[in-house]
């Protein structure tokens, strides 16, 4: 029990500051080297990058090579993936939740009593 108490611990090591200059600075040559950087991809599709995110997450997004913790795009890719885009079916329109529906239906039936009351007072 004296030698834990008694025991030296060793300080941590200092980080070189030659390593995270260099860490610092590898997102700057991925950008040198021509790769977009998350936000400027999001930006140049229109999209957020939260969009952007959630078509990374659904395997859907264009190809993105992950690098110090960042996303970065090769413009090829994301142009190869744009030209492979296929566009989406539309339906008959846009869909209506129940709420909607159950409203449409409801107008219908006063605008059938308001013609039904019309057609007694007049005829």
């Given amino acids: 029990m004296d030698n834990i108490a008694t025991a ?11 390593v995270s200059r260099r860490a610092a600075r590898l997102p700057e040559l991925m950008i040198e080297q021509g790769y977009w950087p998350e936000l400027k ?19 859907r997004g264009p190809p993105r090579v992950k690098f110090a913790q960042r ?7 994301v ?18 939740t129940k709420r909607q529906e159950r409203g449409k239906r409801l ?13 007694k007072a007049g005829g």
């Fill in 8 to 18: 030296e611990i060793d300080p941590p090591r200092p980080v070189s500051k030659q």
């Fill in 41 to 59: 991809t999001a930006q140049l599709l229109g999209i957020t990058v939260r969009t952007l995110r959630r078509l990374q997450v659904e395997r």
């Fill in 71 to 77: 996303n970065f795009y090769r413009p090829r890719d």
């Fill in 79 to 96: 142009r190869e993936w744009l030209a492979d885009l296929k566009p989406e079916p539309q339906g008959p329109g846009p869909i209506m």
């Fill in 107 to 119: 107008k219908a039936v006063r605008l059938a009593r308001k013609a039904e009351a019309g057609e």
